[in-house]
């Protein structure tokens, strides 16, 4: 059974990019035998997500102010392409730190 996380994705606007990085980090982490719940918002919504509902890791792909304690990741290289390994190297050790 697939081991369940959840996923801030967050854009500046908090609709398109952060649907696109939603939806790709779905694939990516299934293939790593995750199951990705993910919610998507804004930069400005990021405190006010994580004080209502518990995140695993948040992507984004705007800049955050504060990412209340969750690892937090640049996701733009899941746009662009470039860096989708090492983000998802480093999602993954976050991920195993936190006992998942």
Same mark, same amino acid.
């Given at each position: ?5 959840? =996923?801030? @994705?967050?854009?500046?606007? $908090?609709?398109?990019? @952060? ?16 199951? !990705? &719940?993910?919610?998507? !918002?804004?930069?400005? *919504?990021?405190? $006010? ?14 800049? =955050? ?10 996701? =733009? ?5 470039? $860096?989708?390994? *090492?983000?998802? *190297? &480093? !999602? =993954? ?8």
């Amino acid at each position: 059974m697939a081991t369940r996380i959840r =996923i801030l @994705s967050v854009c500046g606007s $908090g609709v398109v990019t @952060s649907s696109m990085v939603a939806n790709k980090l779905k694939d990516m982490f299934a293939e790593k035998g995750y199951d !990705a &719940e993910t919610v998507e !918002a804004n930069s400005s *919504e990021v405190e $006010g997500c994580c004080s209502r509902q518990h995140f695993d890791l948040i992507a984004y792909a705007s800049p =955050i102010g504060d990412n209340c304690g969750v690892p937090a990741f640049n996701a =733009i290289g899941l746009i662009t392409g470039m $860096g989708e390994d *090492e983000f998802m *190297e &480093e !999602a =993954i050790e976050a991920l195993h730190k936190a006992g998942k």
